[in-house]
């Protein structure tokens, strides 16, 4: 029986668990759990792959958006310019720091959002705009900062499924103003639990958000404002320490599984298969195809039944969830979102996913569409 998951940790694991254990062992043994010098060195050897000032970690994704929004002290009363067309993660801390999110449709070709649909949302309340680098693949942080530029608004870049893009030669994440990182599992670069950072080249931003992290103080048992308890654990940094040295070849294995598949996809009709652009580069966290004509949740049962994973990300857009409809956003208000919502459809996409297997989910995804063209269902 095949089984072939949309995403693999333990594959991962098994590749560098001789390097890792004695490291997290050590750890383990020498009782430093919280705040243990790993952590420093992380955020030292991180902000240098980055190529970046400063990063500080935190305990994940979430929290490094909520900290880098409160260092820039955004709230009540503010508007954040933000995309529909992602994780909840993006808008609840918008919404967790009393700010407003304002919605900005995505571009149906690269799935995320549209600079030329920014300015004519932009009121006297906007303070910021959080571009999402969905799927791995960056925004275009050319025309974003330009109209920041011109308004005079903060850029904080969700880099959460992107850890390694680049955009124009630079790193996603060091383009705006800050930049926020998840180390969830699923993540490129992914440690064994909950981790973030904030990567920027301001000083008052990182070391805001250094005291806010740690409960709103410079000194311990002093604190000036509230704050959070939001550190990365020494064990996760040790984690991330060994995994940074393989991200590069990571991210270049899952740019040749992409790189199969477009190839191997290419001539398959009603689909729309993700457009390489030409300014950056995708790290290819998730190969997220478009199914045309309602046939998405057809394609995703076939494909489960052959015993192989994928996934719908996501299936409703933010702007449609019940948590926000006092934003008053109706069906229909936010469209290209709303129907890349019924149609996106992402296939298996890790480092380590074999090529035997890369080769199944071609043939079944060409049968699942071939059939749906025998059936005549399509028109
Ligand atoms: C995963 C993710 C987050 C949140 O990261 P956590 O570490 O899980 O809190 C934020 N934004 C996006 C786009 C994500 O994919």
Redesign the pocket.
């Known amino acids: 029986m095949i089984n072939i998951p949309p995403f693999d940790a333990t594959a991962q694991y098994k590749s560098i668990a001789a390097e890792i254990e004695q490291k997290v062992c050590a750890v383990m043994a020498g009782g430093r759990y919280i705040m243990g010098p790993q952590v420093k060195e992380f955020e030292i050897q991180f902000a240098q792959y980055l190529n970046c000032e400063q990063v500080i970690s935190c305990n994940?994704?979430?929290?490094?958006?909520h900290l880098a929004l409160r260092a820039l002290k955004i709230g009540a009363g503010d508007e954040v310019i933000t995309t529909p067309f992602?994780?909840i993660?993006?808008t609840e801390?918008i919404g967790i720091v009393g700010a407003t999110p304002v919605f900005v449709d995505v571009e149906l070709s690269s799935y995320n959002i549209d600079p030329q649909l920014i300015e004519s949302k932009i009121t006297e309340h906007t303070k910021a705009i959080i571009p999402?680098?969905?799927y791995g693949r960056p925004c275009n942080m050319t025309a974003i900062m330009e109209i920041a530029r011109k308004y005079n608004l903060k850029v904080i870049e969700?880099v959460?499924?992107a850890c390694g893009a680049t955009w124009e030669g630079k790193q996603v994440g060091t383009i705006g103003d800050v930049g926020?990182f998840?180390?969830?599992p699923?993540?490129n670069l992914g440690c064994f639990g909950?981790?973030?950072a904030i990567a920027t080249d301001n000083s008052i931003i990182a070391e805001r958000v250094e005291h806010l992290r740690r409960h709103g103080g410079k000194i311990k048992y002093q604190h000036e404002e509230l704050g959070l308890n939001s550190r990365l654990d020494t064990l996760q940094a040790t984690v991330l320490l060994v995994k940074l040295q393989h991200l590069n070849r990571w991210n270049v294995a899952r740019t040749q599984i992409a790189e199969y598949y477009v190839n191997k996809l290419s001539d398959v009709e009603n689909i729309a298969l993700p457009i390489v652009v030409q300014e950056g580069n995708s790290v290819w966290?998730q190969f997220t195809v478009r199914i045309l004509h309602k046939q998405r949740n057809y394609v995703q049962k076939f494909l489960q039944e052959k015993g192989i994973g994928s996934m719908v990300?996501y299936p409703i857009p933010l702007h449609l969830q019940q948590v926000h409809s006092d934003l008053n956003y109706p069906l229909g208000s936010l469209p290209v979102s709303e129907q890349l919502s019924h149609e996106v459809l992402s296939l298996p996409m890790f480092p380590e996913l074999p090529a035997s297997s890369q080769k199944v989910v071609v043939e079944s995804f060409r049968e699942a569409l071939a059939n749906i063209y025998l059936s005549s269902n399509v028109r």
């Open positions: 994940s994704g979430t929290d490094a958006l992602t994780f993660a993006t801390a999402v680098h969905l969700d959460a499924q926020c998840s180390f969830f699923t993540k909950d981790g973030g966290n990300y």
